[in-house]
């Protein structure tokens, strides 16, 4: 299908505060994730105010719109809880009909789709997005085996589907937190089940780096290796100049088209700040205008919020719309020397970095 151009329909199957603090602010006040969302509400109400959620936040228009700008693809994350439920978690299901039925729509309009499982048991990497903030557990009792389990059923349930190009073994596992050893059979095995369907296997690069990969998979077809690429998530990255930035993510693109693997960019934004509200977190600030606290650390002061923080891209200063636009434009450049890319993501309430549709609408997307 030529370079992938896509995007991310983030905060839809897996709840994440700075996509849609609305949902937050109007649950209880200590939720910080889809687990604790949950667990606080109850299943009852949970379970109602999901699904006003789930059949609102996309509509089959925004799928138009998306193959209407120009694009090919769309990545849906989704959560092991929405496919194959374990007793004892207080996550609610019914978001897998809502995949079914965005795979269609996906389908009606001409657009590509990866399904991604974006959180894994007892989490993979201990980030909001991937259901459970905190501990990373994964790998721990029988929780790769009931990864695999949800994988199997979304390839049982999804892999024929005339839409689905692809399917992401799991989103982002902490490779230098976890047994690299268990995340490459986790792999291995996770190809093997899905060998025989008509879809690329998609694994993230564990945060090891894409070179890093260049020995696994020998003989193994239809493996695609997804890397993500922020520059906003530590203080280093957001002191650096505007070129920097730049030449940051040219020699990116540069490195996933020199390794031996097709390499896709599977996530990125417009960012060059963290200032997005709750980006970091419920409640936890931001890194670049020195609020940030988490866990008793701290961060200095880099440069102002205004605009950045919530709203949308039309009270971004013009200084940010033209350096938003060159990034982006470095960025598109950069990943299509190797397979593409899928930017995250394609709408959110109030963060004008990580907006693509309202990037896109102010012209700040080269098309």
């Not at 190797?338 to 004008?352: S, Y």
Request: with cysteine; aromatic share 12%.
């Amino acid at each position: 299908m030529g370079k992938v151009r896509g995007v991310n329909l983030g905060g839809w199957f897996v709840l994440e505060p700075w996509i849609t603090p609305s949902i937050f602010e109007a649950g209880p006040a200590g939720a910080v994730d889809e687990y604790t969302y949950t667990k606080l509400l109850g299943k009852t109400e949970a379970s109602t105010r999901l699904e006003r959620h789930w059949s609102t936040f996309y509509t089959e228009t925004d799928f138009a719109l998306i193959k209407q700008y120009g694009l090919n693809f769309v990545r849906i994350p989704v959560g092991y809880w929405s496919v194959t439920p374990l007793d004892g978690d207080p996550y609610v299901s019914g978001a897998y009909k809502h995949l079914a039925t965005a795979l269609d729509w996906a389908n009606n309009h001409g657009l590509k789709a990866m399904i991604d499982l974006h959180g894994a048991p007892l989490s993979q990497n201990g980030f909001d997005n991937s259901g459970k903030l905190g501990p990373i557990g994964w790998t721990q009792g029988s929780s790769v085996t009931q990864t695999k389990n949800a994988l199997n059923k979304i390839r049982d349930d999804f892999a024929n589907h005339p839409a689905v190009a692809a399917i992401e073994l799991l989103n982002e596992p902490m490779g230098p937190s976890l047994d690299m050893n268990v995340v490459r059979q986790f792999y291995y095995d996770g190809w093997g089940n899905l060998r025989n369907s008509p879809v690329a296997v998609t694994f993230h690069d564990a945060f090891m780096g894409v070179t890093s990969w260049n020995s696994f998979g020998a003989g193994m077809q239809n493996l695609l290796l997804d890397t993500h690429h922020y520059e906003v998530f530590s203080s280093g990255e957001l002191q650096m100049s505007y070129q920097d930035h730049l030449n940051t993510a040219t020699n990116f693109g540069s490195q996933m088209a020199s390794n031996n693997k097709w390499t896709i960019a599977g996530e990125w934004s417009g960012a060059m700040t963290d200032c997005a509200k709750w980006l970091n977190g419920r409640n936890v600030g931001a890194r670049y205008d020195g609020t940030f606290n988490k866990n008793g650390q701290g961060s200095s002061y880099i440069g102002n919020c205004a605009g950045k923080a919530s709203g949308t891209v039309a009270g971004l200063s013009q200084t940010d719309k033209n350096n938003i636009k060159g990034f982006i434009g470095a960025q598109m450049a950069a990943y299509e020397k190797a397979a593409g890319w899928i930017f995250w993501t394609w709408k959110n309430e109030g963060a004008p970095e990580w907006h693509f549709k309202n990037l896109t609408d102010a012209g700040l997307v080269p098309r």
